[in-house]
């Protein structure tokens, strides 16, 4: 069974920084893509950016320029690295990965960005 644990959410103020954190589990096959997506109170979830197996990356465009998005040193694990924050950021944040055209989801870390 595929697993993913989300970490490094949290309240922030407008124009810090935050950290997100993905690890998979029960697969040792390569997740990909992997992705991060968000969903804020009352909206649909959105892709926030995503990487591909080759390290292609793509991005929203209300976050180019201030979130990037990597793949760890150990295999399955996923980062979100938000600068700037903005109040529209707040969401609950998820990682998916994708293996074998089957889309595995984790449990979301919540993300409150204050004025």
């Known amino acids: 069974q595929v697993q993913l644990v989300e970490s490094g959410g949290g309240l922030v103020q407008s124009g810090g920084s935050l950290r997100l954190s993905c690890a998979a589990s029960?697969?040792?096959?390569?997740?990909?893509?992997m992705g991060w997506y968000r969903q804020a109170p009352g909206k649909q979830r959105e892709l926030v950016a995503s990487i591909t197996s080759d390290d292609t990356v793509t991005y929203a465009d209300s976050v180019k320029g201030r979130f990037t998005i990597s793949r760890g040193n150990v295999q399955n694990t996923l980062y979100l690295q938000m600068n700037a924050l903005k109040r529209e950021d707040t969401a609950v944040y998820y990682c998916?990965?994708?293996?074998?055209?089957?889309?595995?989801w984790g449990q979301g870390t919540q993300v409150i960005v204050s004025s």
């Open positions: 998916a990965g994708n293996r074998w055209g089957a889309d595995y």
């Open positions: 029960g697969t040792v096959i390569r997740l990909s893509p």
